[in-house]
């Protein structure tokens, strides 16, 4: 599954799922765009990659601010080419109760879970239409078929996002670029472990009996990255371990 140096944004890539992705993409050689506001976990993940062979770049970048991701985009294709891969994965998933959530806490979430990856997608689009080659894969959540408990405004802006990739992908159809997302389901990472959940008693409850692992979703990713993948758009790789189906 060779992605011939095709040049790929992974946004939050540097914990988690996002270096899992970014890591496997390399491995995919692909040269990687590590995108996060988190300037010590960008850097450790192009360390990773770079250890593994593969080429990277590490950009601090807040992904809910237009200037900042139109600038983050310049910098990529100055020092890497044109986008052809984009993986929209940062997010944040605060827990508060319906009545608790302030307006600002609300347009937090909906900014850099919905809008970001509504922005970026504008910025790096033309350079994969203009290839008639793209490739767009949205880090959606399997909450928005279960809902979750005191995540009204990630809940909604993962299913915001999920309605963004199934209308571009009908409206791209034609391009060359696809659209699809990949809702996690319990995968082992940071943002799993601040959750107010007991991670191993919860994890018997699952049909696998065990959360996922960054890489799971990584792989899922790889896939719809792929050459492989081309009559693919639209679509939903739900990685969950078997817990929600259809
Ligand atoms: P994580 O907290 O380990 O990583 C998220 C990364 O996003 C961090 O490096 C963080 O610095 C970065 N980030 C946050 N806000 C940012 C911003 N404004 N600009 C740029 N970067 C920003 O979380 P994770 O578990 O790896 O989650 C990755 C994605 O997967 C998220 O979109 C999350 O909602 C989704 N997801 C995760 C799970 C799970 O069980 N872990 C389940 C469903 C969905």
Redesign the pocket.
Same mark, same amino acid.
């Given at each position: 599954r060779s992605l011939n140096g095709k040049v790929a944004i992974v /946004? #939050?890539a +540097? %914990? #988690? =799922? +996002?270096r899992a992705i970014a890591i496997r993409l390399a491995e995919d050689t692909a040269k990687i765009a590590i995108?996060?506001?988190?300037a010590e +976990?960008a850097a450790e993940t192009a360390r990773l990659v770079e250890a593994a062979g593969g080429t990277a770049i590490a950009l601090t970048?807040?992904? %809910?601010d237009k200037a900042a991701i139109q600038a983050a985009a310049e910098e990529t294709r100055a020092k890497l080419g044109p986008v052809a891969i984009l993986v929209n994965?940062? #997010? =944040?998933?605060p827990f508060t109760p319906f009545m608790d959530i302030d307006d600002d806490l609300f347009d937090k979430v909906i900014h =850099?879970?919905l809008r +970001?990856p509504y922005l970026l997608t504008k910025e790096v689009l033309p350079d994969m239409l203009a290839a008639g080659w793209g490739r767009v894969i949205n880090? /959606?959540? %399997? %909450?928005v078929q279960s809902g979750s408990f005191a995540q009204g405004h990630?809940v909604s802006s993962?299913g915001g996002l999920m309605g963004m990739t199934k209308a571009l992908a009908l409206e791209f159809a034609a391009s060359g670029v696809t659209f699809n997302m990949v !809702? !996690?389901?319990?995968?082992d /990472? !940071? *943002? *799993?472990r601040a959750a107010p959940i007991d991670v191993e008693a919860f994890a018997k409850t699952l049909p696998m009996k065990r959360v996922g692992k960054?890489e799971d979703i990584a792989a899922a990713c790889a896939y719809l990255a792929s050459e492989e993948a081309s009559y693919i758009t639209g679509q939903t790789i739900s990685t969950n371990g078997g817990r929600y189906m259809g």
């Open positions: /946004t #939050g +540097g %914990s #988690g =799922i +996002g995108w996060d506001i988190n +976990g970048v807040d992904c %809910s994965n940062a #997010g =944040i998933a =850099i879970n +970001g880090i /959606t959540s %399997s %909450s990630y993962k !809702p !996690p389901g319990f995968i /990472t !940071p *943002m *799993m960054p």
